[in-house]
């Protein structure tokens, strides 16, 4: 049952902000990052694939590793949370602020107004920086390493469009997150662990700002929100959703 409290909160919001995480596309079948390794990955630890100097040590194995990844997100669809989601922003203003390197919300329907931690399919020039679009890759053909794709702008590499441990976020992306947050009737908080700063501290300024906050989450964080709803994604936004015609 929707509680009575969010389900006022989402009836009466015309701007809706939602701050999602790792959570929102579980249900879909994605690893979390610190999942298990399957298969040749199993003997590395994702926390050290994932940095500046991993790439500069061995460029075609961090390469090949995300082009794992990104296979894996391809083959995987939007859950019934994302498209809760398209269809609510067809009766209110929804801005999507997201920690998922993944593009569920995008091919749910939504617009994603930032990716806070960068996306699997958005890569980037190591040296000049240029975007580059290429074709997601066949798992059979991933295998130890591979060479990064070279830059025809430059000849540098071509990186992963994600942001690493120990880098910035991209330019501009916490103060648009920000903004949108403080021009919301509400931010509905879904599917984040609270463990990950800076977009921990976002549900605080939410509060701080007097933006109603609703969290769903199975699983206790200990973030600020005015109901926290014990819920996943694909269970607690389709219900919500239902609601507000």
């Known amino acids: 049952m929707v509680p009575q409290h969010a389900r006022e909160l989402a009836q009466a919001a015309r701007r809706v902000l939602v701050l999602s995480g790792a ?13 298990a390794q399957t298969g040749l990955w199993h003997r590395y630890d994702p926390a050290e694939l994932a940095t500046p100097q991993a790439w500069a040590r061995d460029p075609g194995l961090v390469w090949a590793w995300y082009e794992w990844r990104r296979s894996l997100v391809a083959a995987c669809q939007p859950n019934a949370g994302h498209r809760a989601l398209a269809e609510w922003a067809r009766i209110a203003e929804m801005s999507v602020v997201t920690q998922n390197v993944d593009d569920l919300h995008e091919r749910a329907g939504s617009a994603v107004v930032v990716h806070l931690h960068g996306s699997l399919f958005a890569h980037r020039c190591d040296s000049c920086g240029a975007p580059v679009e290429l074709p997601v890759p066949d798992q059979a053909e991933i295998s130890g390493r591979l060479a990064p794709p070279v830059c025809v702008h430059c000849t540098g590499r071509i990186r992963p469009g994600v942001v690493w441990f120990g880098e910035a976020l991209p330019a501009g992306a916490l103060d648009e997150a920000m903004t949108q947050i403080e021009a919301s009737d509400l931010v509905m908080v879904v599917g984040t ?3 990950v700063h800076p977009a921990a501290a976002l549900p605080g300024l939410a509060v701080s700002a007097g933006v109603p906050v609703v969290e769903i989450n199975p699983n206790p ?7 926290h709803w014990p819920v996943t994604a694909a269970v ?3 219900a919500l959703v239902d609601q507000l015609g």
């Open 193 to 195: 662990s609270g463990m």
């Open 23 to 35: 959570g929102m596309s579980a249900e879909s079948g994605v690893p979390t990052f610190r999942d």
């Open 236 to 238: 607690g936004l389709p």
């Open 221 to 227: 964080t200990g973030l600020p929100a005015d109901v």
